[in-house]
């Protein structure tokens, strides 16, 4: 698992680690069962405090993307994904609606906007596919 993080971002460092975790379990790079980094190894390899690193497990078990086991350690959830629920519908719109908002301002057309969706979405489900 390559992990990238922008230290530059306004966006924290542990929201950017689990949105590379839920990127690559979306994308098929990390599998339902597959163990992930513990918390030092994970934090030593990328050279962020391991504080930043167990927040972002702590969300994403939370979430229901990994496992914690005192025996296999941190897994990516070998059972199922968490579900598309009312509760998620209304944080994505909420997330969706200033960037949607943006762009209008920015002078993207519907169509546009769309299209860069569509395109994000065929990077996260094929390109990472093709590469195998």
């Known amino acids: 698992m390559i992990i990238q993080l922008d230290m530059q971002s306004e966006l924290p460092i542990y929201t950017q680690l689990v949105n590379q975790i ?10 339902p069962g597959e163990p992930l980094p513990s918390v030092r190894s994970l934090a030593s390899d990328i050279g962020i405090n391991l504080h930043t690193v ?9 979430d229901g ?13 070998p059972d199922q994904m968490p579900g598309f629920t009312e509760p998620y519908k209304n944080k994505m719109r909420g997330e969706l609606k200033p960037i949607v908002a943006e762009a ?3 002078g993207k057309s519907q169509e ?21």
């Open 54 to 62: 167990n927040k972002a497990y702590t969300q994403l078990k939370q």
């Open 112 to 132: 546009q906007l769309l299209q860069e969706v569509e395109q994000i979405y065929r990077e996260i489900v094929h390109t990472d596919k093709e590469i195998e």
């Open 65 to 77: 993307f990994i496992h914690i086991h005192r025996q296999k350690g941190v897994v990516i959830n």
């Open 22 to 31: 839920i990127e690559g379990i979306a994308s098929g790079r990390l599998k």
């Open 104 to 106: 209008i301002c920015r």
